[in-house]
């Protein structure tokens, strides 16, 4: 076979433009990325070898050597690991694989600046040594095969493949360096990059120049250390490279456990949302570790998947060595230290809410919706899951817990009442609530999908039921105002119940009820779903994914306080005033429809009744 030339994915060669033409300050940080990759492929070998010892050919001394050579203007990243053949030539460095890189290819903003930064939270990997190189070779062979194979590019819409019969097994990254990033060259520049970046990497990192070898960082695992000898700086560079993640850690929590179960964690929580929390395909970023070996990071089932958002390792002293990936998800010493790790990771939570519950507030905004699928999914730690919950709030500005809720609730209230929708802005505005406002109510808004779920799974907090503010059985009249209210009653109830008889006539099948409200203040009307029926706005949610296709019927509520219902009561028994007011009906339950974000199923009588209504109001033309 001859060489071959094949051109990127058009989304990799966006991507690479973008970090040719990047203004990023940061190159440097192109060393860190090929170390990172030198490194996995090592623990990916070391893995294999334990069940197929023939891979490792005799040389199992995993390390990466930095050789710089001023002569040819290059610096080669070598490793003796797992390497790769020509398909994963072409596939892992030829195509964005990876899923949610095409989201970041989405969220691009073309503004170079930004472009950079959101690469520094996404990741660009291997591609980002385009930052400094003119062209990049991959000399490759992979364990276990005899091909090698020499990949080339400038990273400019192409690269070539072709046999390598010299390779050897691992991988070649030879850098062909940019003028002017001559700096890349220099062994103390060198050294000083793989202090900042790489000293926590496990394996030698050796630095090769003129003819010597000299490994420069530290060379064993960072967890096994002492936290008193790690510094911020060394666990955020860790971070990174196991957690692929490009911002701070919020939390970091890096413990040994001595006991029945012997194993050290280092765990991390993001500071930012990584973009697929809610991809199924997402890659887990936790991974598993016996004394010191790289198991994997797939299907470990060391946290469970409410905890997801979880980055860096498990490293037991128990488990075997040979554990295959399948054994991990029955194997009970695994189960103990998910329960382990479950429980210190929550109650560390719970010290940072109490703490700082501003920087709280942020995690939780980050990964509140992940953490909440523990309050069905976990009944064992439910009741921790549900003491750091917060939401938002008609009644205050920032976030609420449970308890605040209790401790804030009006004499005569016995439930904890919710509201649900898609935005906080627009179920804030929703005329349900006018009647909890009114009596200093306090309602918690609800935005995210899994509230629907949990709730009726969990029924009731300290013994006070949960009650949407949406749905009949609310009973606010029980609830007392905080000053003296006067409500006035209406005036006529007579006409009033001839109204609802009227309305219920005129909109027969379309609604289950019409009903006097106390839920109303300012509009006139609203639906609210029957008390055993399901919420409004998880029927609309069901229906938006197609796992429901009937409807159930609404209950128009009127306010009877409001004008335009103490008007239109006074009409009844007027002469023609029964057509008239089927005509309201009909108006006013689309109105209400209108407000609570439904479509309207016949718009074009809607229209006909608006506009003939409208004519009506207007002064008679001479
Ligand atoms: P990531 O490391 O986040 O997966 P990269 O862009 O850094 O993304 O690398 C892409 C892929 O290329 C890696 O997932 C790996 O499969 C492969 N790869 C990169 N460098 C090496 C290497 N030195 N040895 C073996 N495989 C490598
Ligand atoms: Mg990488």
């Known amino acids: 076979m001859t060489q071959e030339t094949r051109s990127f994915q058009a989304e990799v060669s966006r991507l690479l433009d973008i970090v040719a033409h990047s203004l990023y300050s940061e190159k440097e940080i192109f060393l860190r990325e090929l170390i990172s990759n030198a490194s996995d492929a090592c623990d990916r070998l070391r893995y294999a070898a334990l069940t197929e010892p023939a891979l490792a050919e005799g040389d199992s001394d995993y390390r990466v050597v930095l050789t710089p050579d001023k002569g040819a203007r290059t610096l080669t990243v070598a490793d003796n690991g797992i390497g790769m053949n020509r398909d994963e030539l072409i596939e892992n460095l030829g195509t964005i694989a990876r899923s949610g890189t095409a989201a970041f290819m989405n969220q691009l903003s073309g503004d170079a600046r930004k472009d950079m930064g959101l690469i520094g939270q996404f990741g660009v990997g291997f591609y980002s040594a385009f930052m400094v190189a003119e062209r990049v070779e991959v000399l490759s062979r992979k364990a276990g095969e005899n091909e090698g194979w020499r990949w080339v590019s400038d990273g400019k819409g192409e690269f070539t493949i072709e046999p390598l019969p010299e390779a050897r097994r691992g991988a070649e990254i030879i850098v062909h360096l940019r003028e002017g990033e001559e700096e890349y060259l220099e062994p103390p520049r060198l050294r000083t990059i793989v202090k ?44 990174h490279h196991v957690g692929h993640s490009f911002d701070d850690p919020w939390l970091t929590l890096h413990n040994k456990a001595e006991g029945v179960l012997e194993y050290t964690n280092l765990l991390f929580v993001p500071s930012t949302k990584p973009f697929d929390l809610f991809d199924p395909e997402r890659k887990s970023r936790l991974k598993l570790y016996v004394r010191r070996v790289f198991i994997t990071d797939e299907g470990t089932d060391l946290v469970p998947p409410y905890l997801r958002f979880l980055r860096g390792i498990v490293d037991s002293e128990d488990l075997p060595l040979n554990i295959s990936r399948e054994m991990l998800q029955s194997n009970p010493m695994v189960a103990r230290m998910r329960q382990q790790l479950t429980r210190r990771v929550l109650s560390e939570l719970a010290k940072k809410a109490a703490e700082a519950p501003d920087e709280y507030a942020n995690f939780w905004d980050n990964f509140g919706a992940v953490l909440k699928e523990g309050l069905y999914e976990d009944r064992d730690h439910r009741d921790e899951l549900l003491a750091l919950a917060r939401y938002r709030s008609t009644a205050r500005d920032g976030l609420v817990s449970f308890d605040d809720y209790l401790a804030a609730m009006r004499p005569g209230q016995d439930a904890i009442y919710t509201i649900h929708g ?17 009596r200093g109510v306090e309602v918690l808004l609800m935005t995210d999908p899994i509230d ?11 013994e006070k039921p949960f009650k949407s503010a949406t749905r009949g059985g609310v009973d606010l009249d029980k609830i007392t105002p905080p000053e003296e209210r006067k409500d006035e009653k209406p005036e006529a109830p007579a006409k009033l119940a001839s109204l609802i008889a009227i309305f219920k006539l005129a909109l027969g099948d379309a609604v289950k009820d019409v009903r ?66 089927s005509e309201f009906a009909w108006l006013l339950l689309d109105q209400a429809r209108i407000v609570e974000g439904e479509q309207v199923p016949d718009p074009a009588a809607f229209a006909r009744r608006l506009a003939h209504l409208l004519e009506r109001g207007l002064p008679q033309a001479a």
């Open 516 to 581: 006097i409200s106390d839920r109303l203040t300012d509009s006139a009307v609203c639906l609210v779903a029957d008390e055993g029926d399901m919420d409004m706005h998880l029927e609309r949610l069901l229906k938006q994914h197609r796992q429901l296709d009937t409807a159930s019927k609404r209950i128009l509520e009127l306010n009877p306080r409001h004008k335009l219902i103490e008007r239109l009561a006074a009409t009844v028994g007027e002469t023609g005033a029964s057509d008239q007011l």
């Open 196 to 239: 900042t970046y790489s000293d926590h990497i496990a394996l030698p990192i050796v630095l090769n120049a003129s003819g010597k070898e000299e490994t420069i960082n530290t060379a064993s695992a960072l967890w096994t250390r002492p936290r008193s000898e790690v510094t911020p700086e060394q666990y955020k560079e860790f971070y």
């Open 422 to 438: 898609d935005s906080l802005d627009v179920i804030k505005k929703s005329p349900q609530l006018e009647g909890f406002r009114a």
């Open 452 to 462: 629907e779920f949990w709730i009726p799974a969990i029924g009731t907090y300290k």
